[in-house]
């Protein structure tokens, strides 16, 4: 699913260049659940980026279910995010004023998709999600946990190849937290190939695999039962 081979982001500080990836090769095989984990400045938000086709590497290249995606324009990215690629933030990025279903539903708006399928898939969704009978309920009349639900949905809702979570956990309390990675855990068991980048080595242990960044290389790529911090 994702092959990315001699990977390098950098960035012009003044006269400064910041390595944030430097050199990295990796592959995720459809239906993983891969952590990323590694402390702030480690690259690994940047990684999440490119992954995620809201940036390009400078030197390298990343191949997306087969296509180069490493120097295409920013218009030939967004549809790939939007066929591929499911996103999920840790302060949600829910739209304030409307409501659980009416969120679901924008991606499929986009996607062209007609009034009422839409509506219909994005209950099914959202009951898949345990929010049934939260449906019409605007985000601050959600629970933070039901809120990381809802963008769960959102994310699910053009049925995505992957679903990329940063710090999908971050915002929430533990038990409600462990709530959000066994719902991770049930969509990796449906065959959604799963990836989490986190600084939280308890949330990257969840995962099956767990790839290690620090200063913009790979240190560890390991099953997540063998791997230490």
């Not at 009978?133 to 959600?142: D, Q, S, V, Y």
């Amino acid at each position: 699913m994702i092959r990315i081979e001699d990977l390098s982001r950098y960035y012009q500080m003044g006269p400064t260049v910041v390595k944030a990836i430097d050199h990295i090769s990796a592959t995720i095989d459809e239906g993983e659940f891969v952590s990323i984990v590694g402390p702030s400045g480690s690259g690994k938000s940047t990684l999440m980026n490119i992954i995620g086709c809201l940036d390009s590497p400078t030197e390298g290249d990343y191949f997306l279910a087969g296509e180069s995606v490493a120097g295409l324009s920013s218009d030939r990215l967004a549809e790939i995010r939007n066929r591929y690629i499911g996103f999920v933030f840790q302060n949600f990025n829910l739209l304030p004023r409307e409501t659980a279903v009416e969120n679901v539903e924008l991606p499929m708006i986009y996607a062209g998709i007609p009034s009422r399928e839409r509506r219909e898939r994005a209950m099914e969704i959202l009951r898949r999600v345990q929010l049934e009978g939260r449906e019409n309920h605007i985000p601050n009349e959600l629970s933070g946990g039901q809120r990381q639900r809802v963008a769960i949905a959102r994310a699910l809702a053009v049925n995505p190849k992957i679903l990329l979570a940063d710090e999908p956990t971050g915002a929430l309390d533990t038990r409600t937290g462990a709530e959000i990675i066994a719902l991770f855990e049930e969509l990796y068991r449906d065959g959604v190939t799963i990836i989490i980048v986190t600084h939280d080595n308890e949330l990257a242990r969840k995962a099956r695999r767990v790839i290690q960044i620090r200063d913009g290389k790979i240190l560890k790529d390991l099953p997540a039962e063998e791997w230490r911090p």
